[in-house]
């Protein structure tokens, strides 16, 4: 997605700026060209394959953990959609990428793709699909995302105007903890939840259609979905708007050509419809757990607790080692001011996947609450190591200050003072009093 700057709208030190960043920028055009891997067309390439390939790597926890987390209550869908993947990736323009797949535990209809071919689907997609071949379409269109370097090139695009500043903001989410998150997770998440050109649209739709022809699927899928979601965009769909649709803008001229393209290749292939419905079995058993855990945190959003606690109580009965719902529980615990009910849950939470950052982060802030400085600081430290936020930077300043650590303290509250926002402000005075 292309950005442009007008110099008249700047002051003159920011056009002085410019001029500078510009002439860097314009070395950088003149020094730094390659071939799209996919298309092999020329473009810009400022960052090489080992940094692609290295972001790619470290971002992918973290950001995976941003959007819900891995879906665990199902191996096997896990091992299924990672096969269907690699079926695909094998007959890319990139085969030797270290592709990855995962299906993440988010309701939102998504899926995404970082550099280095780290992809993810969300079970709020899976759900809604009909056949194996509908799967490989969006498998195979994040796959030439990430096999033609498409958000490496928004990265370029975003460094060409910010050159030199070292922090990217995090993308808009309903993530409640997204204005928190700090270094290369924030940095994945954008990457992830930004939205993709028309041109990249189609260049992904376009290949994703030949590697399903390769790979043996019915291409005619792909359309197929095309026209689902530009008739669920038009209806104004409020799942898909601030998932798929968000990241992946659905458009007349995109189903147009992929139908041209797949009349060109000719339709027919495996569709998989029977061993799709059994793989999904599970999730589909499932569903109405996720179902009742939606309307609670809509429930709990609207400030109506007890209601909100019979839902999740519910889903709690319908699927009991889904971490999940113990963490929104003991969010609603939490705030009827029920501090032991809501420690218990957040334990449970963190003892079903304990490597989920915001268990962790729960469970230290409530405990915190309850005086329990060795939890709290255990637990924020644990949240940290995977996904590093500003509030568990501030309040571990406050652990040490309350355990005699005053050079720990500052520490923390310096890390804190890099984000934005009220916690960057408080970690500014608490510091301020501690360096006086």
């Known amino acids: 997605m292309h950005q442009e700057i007008d110099l008249q709208e700047l002051s003159v030190k920011n056009a002085a700026v410019l001029r500078c960043l510009s002439a860097a920028a314009l070395l950088l055009l003149l020094t730094g060209c390659s071939v799209n891997p996919v298309t092999g067309e020329k473009q810009l390439s400022l960052i090489p394959e080992s ?6 790597a470290e971002q992918y926890t973290p950001t995976q953990q941003t959007q819900g987390g891995q879906f665990y209550m199902d191996p096997e869908l896990a091992l299924y959609v990672r096969d269907v993947g690699q079926k695909l990736a094998q007959v890319s323009d990139r085969p030797d990428l270290p592709y990855e797949f995962v299906v993440l535990n988010s309701s939102v209809p998504n899926a995404w793709a970082l550099p280095g071919g780290k992809i993810a689907v969300n079970r709020g997609l899976l759900i809604k699909l009909d056949d194996e071949a509908q799967l490989a379409s969006v498998l195979g269109h994040e796959i030439v995302h990430a096999a033609a370097r498409h958000s490496v090139q928004r990265m370029q695009q975003t460094q060409m105007i910010s050159l030199g500043v070292g922090v990217l903001g995090m993308a808009v989410t309903d993530n409640e903890w997204a204005g928190l998150v700090m270094g290369g997770a924030a940095l994945g998440a954008q990457l992830a939840l930004a939205q993709y050109s028309q041109g990249d649209e189609l260049e992904s739709d376009h290949y994703g259609i ?5 790979a043996g699927y019915d291409p005619g899928a792909a ?14 769909d409020s799942n898909f708007l601030q998932g798929l649709f968000a990241t992946h803008p659905p458009s007349a001229k995109r189903v147009q050509e992929n139908r041209d393209l797949v009349s060109k290749v000719g339709a027919g292939g495996y569709r998989g419809k029977d061993v799709y419905q059994r793989k999904l079995a599970t999730l589909r058993k499932l569903q109405p757990a996720y179902d009742a855990h939606e309307k609670a945190l809509e429930l709990a959003s609207e400030d109506r607790l007890e209601p909100a606690l019979e839902k999740i109580n519910e889903a709690i009965r319908l699927a009991p080692d889904e971490a999940m719902f113990y963490a929104l529980r003991g969010r609603i615990y939490k705030e009827q001011n029920n501090s032991e009910k809501a420690a218990a849950d957040f334990e449970k939470a963190v003892s079903l996947y304990p490597e989920m950052f915001v268990y962790r982060l729960y469970n230290g802030l409530n405990a915190l609450a309850m005086n329990n400085l060795d939890t709290a600081r255990e637990n924020l430290l644990h949240a940290n190591q995977t ?3 500003s509030i568990a930077f501030l309040r571990l300043g406050d652990i040490s200050v309350k355990q005699n650590r005053r050079d720990d303290a500052i520490a923390y509250y310096r890390k804190a003072t890099e984000a934005g926002g009220d916690v960057a402000e408080e970690a500014k005075r608490k510091l301020a009093a501690l360096t006086q």
């Not at 030949?210 to 390769?214: I, N």
């Open 210 to 214: 030949l590697y399903m022809k390769e």
């Open 223 to 236: 359309v197929e979905l095309q026209e689902l979601f530009l008739k669920l965009s038009e209806g104004r």
């Open 51 to 56: 940094q692609e390939l290295a972001m790619g």
């Open 387 to 389: 996904v590093p936020t």
